[in-house]
């Protein structure tokens, strides 16, 4: 139905940058709001950051607010996260997400996201 595949993760130092890719397949890609969680060993997975259907609206967390931006291309049925100064609070396992609702990839409801992806890792060194 909808597939999510996650790449980009690697190893950094801290104050580097990254960008991790979203690649989706599968129908009414536009129609979805899109977002990135972590999670971190021993953490429970958390909310970084999320896209509305058309870009125009975004959300992050404080903790990655000013550092890391998301941005959609419904034409290639991709979302990207550029991060930035990389700390090594970071490190995690970040997964994309798709929903019809925006509140639910952006963390503020107490619903899973409809379609996830199967990670990749971010590894930050200090």
């Known amino acids: 139905q909808v597939q999510l595949v996650e790449s980009g993760g690697g190893l950094v130092q801290a104050g580097d940058s990254l960008r991790l890719s979203c690649a989706a397949s599968?129908?009414?890609?536009?129609?979805?709001?899109m977002g990135w969680f972590r999670q971190a060993p021993g953490k429970e997975r958390e909310f970084v950051a999320a896209i509305s259907w058309t870009g125009s609206n975004t959300y992050y967390s404080d903790s990655v607010k000013g550092r890391f931006t998301i941005s959609r291309d419904n034409a290639k049925n991709t979302v990207t996260l550029q991060m930035n100064s990389l700390k090594p609070e970071d490190t995690a396992v970040y997964y994309c997400?798709?929903?019809?609702?925006?509140?639910?990839?952006?963390?503020?409801?107490?619903?899973?996201?409809?379609?996830w992806g199967q990670g990749t890792q971010v590894t930050v060194s200090s």
């Open positions: 599968g129908r009414a890609f536009s129609s979805y709001a």
């Open positions: 997400a798709a929903d019809l609702s925006l509140a639910v990839v952006a963390g503020q409801k107490p619903k899973s996201a409809d379609y």
